[in-house]
């Protein structure tokens, strides 16, 4: 997650409690005031009752006049400053009202004024909110790992059936996004490759799929090379049968027959002439088919030049065993069009011995084409100087340590990709993780001893200083894998369904579409690419099945989607999931997902987390030097919380279209009225 969850949105100002005069404390103030007069009412009234009195008397003649009318007079003398006393506390008591209410005004006028000052800044702190949360919701979660340019072959330690194929129908949706070329050798006898055939057909290329030995015949893999490099291919094969230490001298032997039989001679021409070595000089070969394919002086000149060869029986006795199973080879082959997509695989039920013989012919053959600057080219690929063949080989711990190394050198001199997947942690995979040349991954770890691997990863270059890195593993990457199971790799009993219902009304040699299916395409758009994954893979529709888990929470302060973490000790590397892949890259390791569905969620992006930063960065130097983000494919990139992205295309200061700053995007509904006042 490159843009931070924004957090909760900001509070809405509420009014302070209303200010206003009350009545009790207005009661209050007229209890105190009445009972400060108290004692000037009290005296106020024994003066009115002291002039009462004076009356009464004089009117019952008991006080004369006089003296009535003085007493009178002098209880209204007393009683009128006692009244003046009483109506100034009155006149105070409501001039104290008047100011305090005047006081109330002021305050609660000041108060509404800080108020709605607050709700603007509100407001505009919403703003940014809303677009934060929008940048945030809308920002890639799924990014793409790539090979580094300067490096050209991917070792792969571990793995299971599933994890492999969700890995080769990755490579292959990238090399059909570019129209590259791309060959597997699957050494596995399982079905790895069906998902990718699946997806490879959808996309109307037809790829080309030998099963070893029973397809040895339609194979013309290695013979239409040179003497030299047959001979090295056949040297080879017989070395991975047998002992790798005669190797040289096998080449020589076969190098000699080549001479004499001709650089086209097939291999069953071969076995003749090492058969010729073993009979007497006067067996005419009525008996042997092999050896009646050659001609009398053909069998003749075999025996004169390998006369010298030492222990030449032994070694042709040796080396017609180990290429009779290879006798067929391009016996029934036709000259084929090129195929952008080719897959050869070997049969289960033939064993390991043989997985490890037509494995190295295979092998051996690719490189020495990938080696050859004057092979044929690859068809439908970009010119522009990138990598466009790939070579991926399934169970490269079958083949010669020997072969390994060809096969990366042969591919560094022809431009090409390999990628190599050890089930097991082998040394000829191990002593690669060191190697700049080499992208090390890891998978899980379910054979063999896992300690080494631990070793090797804490020693790969880029994982030293996160030695002890935590990884997250996201649940969508533990629920797809878990789901598929076998269901990928398990082969079908008869011929594979198309997954779409309207797949009836074509031919098998058309898509849904009604595209004619061919050999090479020039490259499939990322849309049409994304659409085929979903609806051809089983990858695709498992994880459309469970998008939402890899869709953003909200953002009301919701949780962020639960992960998994783990370390690089021997636990985490065992309970990886099955489409985890450890990328021990030179920045530090990186767990990527080699699930291909990803690619069909809304939060995947094929650019990279490095491009997605460079690009943010960018867009905060214009924005901090007072220019609009620049649009690249018609979409304004994300630099941070509050970014807000344009619409796609439209004219502007940078699109040439006019010179005026747009008017600000409509964020939805106003907000409510900023006014609580009834």
């Not at 007393?78 to 005004?105: G, K």
């Not at 195929?339 to 190295?360: H, L, W």
């Not at 390994?404 to 050198?409: A, E, K, P, T």
């Not at 579409?513 to 020039?522: D, F, K, L, Q």
């Amino acid at each position: 997650m490159l843009l931070p969850h924004p957090g909760p949105p900001p509070r809405r100002p509420v009014p302070d409690g209303s200010l206003g005069l009350s009545e009790e404390w207005i009661a209050g103030e007229r209890d105190s005031e009445a009972r400060i007069n108290r004692p000037l009412y009290l005296s106020l009234t024994g003066l009115g009752l002291l002039a009462v009195l004076f009356l009464l008397l004089w009117t019952q003649r008991v006080l004369p006049a006089s003296l009535a009318v003085g007493g009178v007079l002098a209880c209204t003398a007393v009683a009128a400053p006692v009244a003046v006393a009483l109506v100034q506390s009155r006149h105070v008591v409501a001039a104290r009202l008047a100011r305090v209410r005047e006081q109330l005004e002021t305050e609660r006028e000041e108060r509404e004024r800080a108020l709605h000052e607050r709700q603007r800044d509100h407001a505009r702190l919403y703003t940014r909110w809303q677009a934060a949360t929008r940048a945030y919701e809308a920002q890639p979660r799924w990014y793409g790992v790539t090979v580094p340019d300067d490096t050209g072959a991917v070792v792969v330690v571990g793995g299971t059936d599933t994890g492999w194929s969700a890995l080769l129908t990755t490579i292959g949706v990238s090399r059909l996004r570019e129209g590259g070329d791309l060959t597997v050798v699957d050494l596995t006898g399982r079905s790895a490759t069906r998902e990718l055939v699946r997806l490879a057909r959808r996309c109307a290329v037809a790829p080309r799929h030998w099963v070893l030995p029973a397809d040895l015949p339609r194979m013309t893999l290695g013979t239409n090379l040179d003497a030299g490099q047959r001979a090295r291919i056949l040297s080879a094969v017989a070395a991975a049968s047998g002992s790798s230490q005669a190797v040289d001298a096998d080449e020589t032997l076969l190098l000699r027959l080549l001479e004499v039989l001709g650089p086209r001679a097939g291999i069953v021409e071969l076995i003749g002439g090492l058969r010729a070595l073993l009979t007497p000089a006067d067996d005419t070969a009525h008996d042997d088919p092999a050896l009646a394919r050659l001609s009398a002086e053909q069998r003749t000149g075999v025996r004169e030049r390998c006369a010298d060869t030492p222990g030449l029986r032994e070694r042709a006795w040796a080396l017609e065993r180990r290429l009779s199973p290879f006798e067929s080879v391009g016996t029934r082959g036709e000259e084929a069009a090129y195929a952008q997509v080719k897959i050869i695989s070997t049969d289960r039920a033939s064993g390991e011995a043989a997985a490890r013989m037509y494995g190295t012919y295979a092998v051996a053959a690719l490189s020495e084409l990938l080696g050859d600057p004057g092979g044929t080219p690859a068809h439908g690929v970009r010119q522009d100087g990138g990598r466009t063949r790939t070579v991926v080989v399934c169970g490269a711990e079958t083949l010669p340590g020997a072969e390994v190394d060809q096969v990366l050198r042969a591919a560094s001199a022809g431009g090409a990709e390999v990628v190599l997947m050890f089930r097991t942690a082998v040394p000829e995979a191990l002593e690669r993780f060191s190697d700049p040349g080499c992208l090390p991954v890891v998978m899980r770890q379910c054979e063999g001893p896992v300690e080494a691997v631990v070793r090797a990863v804490a020693a790969a270059p880029g994982t030293a200083p996160h030695g002890r890195a935590r990884l997250e593993v996201h649940r969508l990457s533990q629920v797809i894998g878990e789901a598929l199971g076998g269901e990928v790799t398990e082969p079908e009993a008869g011929p594979e369904p198309e997954p779409e219902a309207d797949d009836r009304f074509f031919s098998a040699s058309h898509t849904e579409s009604g595209a004619m299916i061919r050999n090479a395409a020039a490259g499939v758009s990322p849309l049409d690419l994304v659409r085929r994954v979903r609806s051809a893979t089983s990858w695709g529709r498992a994880t459309a099945q469970a998008a939402e888990i890899g869709t953003p929470s909200g953002t009301d302060g919701g949780e962020e989607p639960p992960v998994t973490t783990l370390g690089l000790d021997a636990t985490s590397l065992r309970g990886l999931p099955c489409t985890a892949a450890l990328v021990l890259g030179r920045r530090g390791p990186v767990l990527a997902d080699t699930n291909p569905g990803i690619l069909t969620l809304s939060t995947a992006t094929l650019a990279t987390v490095d491009d997605s930063r460079s690009a943010g960065a960018a867009a905060e130097a214009a924005r901090a030097g007072g220019d609009r983000p620049r649009r690249t494919g018609g979409a304004v990139a994300h630099g941070g919380p509050g970014t807000t992205a344009g619409p796609a295309g439209g004219s502007g200061p940078d699109g040439g279209g006019g010179a005026s700053e747009p008017a600000p995007p409509n964020l939805g509904p106003p907000p409510e009225r900023l006014d609580w006042r009834v």
